[in-house]
C-alpha cells in the first residue's frame, strides 16, 4: 500500500506512480488518438459531414455509463473497506488475547506463553499469504511441538495454526494453569480468528458478477470506439484531446476497480497486510513478555 499525504495533492497531478492506470493505458490511448486524427483528416479533406449535436448520443450514454462507473468504484471499495475492517479487528483480537493470556496465565508457565504467543504472531502472518495462494515458511516461526513439516502438510494454513492455539490452551486447563471459567473469556478471541478468515475469504472468492463485469466493459468499449466519428464532426483536431481525456476517465475508473476489489495482494493499492502481520507479532512479543 502507497503511504502518502494527501493534504499535498499538487503534486500528485504530475507523478505518475506504476500503479497509475495512466501507463496502462497509455497505448490504448494513442491508438483511439490516431484513430480519431486520421477521421478528423478525412472528414476535412473527403467527407465534409455538417451533422448537428453529432455528440447527443455521446451525451446520453455518457451520463448513464458514469451512473454505472459511480456504482461499480463504490463496490470495489466497499470490499477493500471491509477487508481493512477485518485486519483491524484481527490486530485487536491478537491484542487482546494476548493481554488475557498474560493475566490469566502465571509466570510459571513462561514457556506455554511464548508457544501462545509466537502461534498468534504466526496466523497473521501465514493468513495474509493463504488469502494471495501463497505459502511462505520462511515468515513463519516454529518451535519444538509445532513442527514445519506439520504446516506443510495442512491444506488450510490458518485452521491450523488456530487448532494448535486450541490444543495449548487445553493443556493449559488440565494443567490447572487456566481456570475454567476463563475459557468463557477466551472463546471470543478464539472464534474471532475463524470468523475474520472466513469474512476475508469471502471477499476474496466473491467477485463482482460476471454479467454486470462484461456488460460494464462492452459499454466502454462500444462508447469509447464510437466517439472518435462523432467528436470529429463537432470539435474537428481539438477532438483527439477531448476523446483521449474521456477514455482516461472512464477506463481509468473501471482499472482502478478491479486492482481494489481484491484488497489481498500485494499491489500498490492494495491492503498493507503485511505491516499489519508484523504488527501483530511485534503487539503479542511485547504483551506477552518473550
Not at 14 to 38: Q, W
Not at 132 to 146: Q, S
Request: with cysteine.
Amino acid at each position: 500500500m502507497i503511504t502518502y499525504d494527501p493534504k499535498t495533492w499538487f503534486k500528485f497531478i504530475f507523478k505518475f506512480h506504476r500503479s497509475d492506470g495512466f501507463r496502462n493505458l497509455l497505448p490504448a490511448m494513442a491508438a483511439l488518438c490516431t484513430l480519431t486524427a486520421v477521421f478528423v483528416f478525412i472528414d476535412i479533406e473527403y467527407l465534409k459531414f455538417e451533422l448537428k449535436n453529432a455528440t447527443f448520443f455521446h451525451q446520453v450514454i455518457g451520463f448513464v455509463l458514469s451512473m454505472l462507473l459511480v456504482f461499480r468504484i463504490n463496490t470495489a471499495y466497499d470490499r477493500w473497506w471491509e477487508g481493512r475492517k477485518q485486519w483491524g479487528a484481527l490486530l485487536n483480537t491478537s491484542r487482546n488475547l494476548s493481554l488475557k493470556l498474560a493475566s490469566f496465565v502465571s509466570d510459571e508457565y513462561k514457556k506455554e506463553k511464548k508457544e501462545l504467543g509466537i502461534l498468534i504472531g504466526n496466523y497473521g502472518t501465514a493468513l495474509k499469504e493463504h488469502l494471495r495462494d501463497r505459502y511462505k515458511p520462511e515468515e513463519i516461526e516454529f518451535f519444538e511441538g509445532f513442527e514445519k513439516q506439520g504446516l506443510d502438510d495442512a491444506l488450510h494454513k490458518p485452521n491450523h495454526i488456530a487448532g494448535e492455539i486450541f490444543k495449548r490452551i487445553d493443556v493449559l486447563l488440565a494443567k490447572g494453569a487456566l481456570r475454567p471459567e476463563y475459557l468463557i473469556v477466551l472463546d471470543q478471541e478464539l472464534q474471532s480468528f475463524t470468523d475474520i478468515t472466513g469474512a476475508c475469504e469471502r471477499i476474496k472468492n466473491t467477485p463482482i458478477p460476471y454479467s454486470y463485469s462484461l456488460y460494464l466493459k462492452r459499454i466502454i468499449f462500444l462508447y469509447v470506439i464510437t466517439m472518435p466519428f462523432a467528436f470529429a464532426i463537432d470539435f474537428k483536431y481539438l477532438a483527439v484531446l477531448v476523446v483521449a481525456l474521456i477514455f482516461y476517465v472512464f477506463a481509468s475508473i473501471e482499472l482502478l476497480s478491479e486492482e481494489i476489489e481484491d484488497p489481498f495482494g500485494d499491489d500498490a493499492n492494495d491492503l498493507p497486510t503485511d505491516e499489519i502481520a508484523g504488527k501483530i507479532r511485534t503487539s503479542v512479543q511485547s504483551i506477552l513478555g518473550y
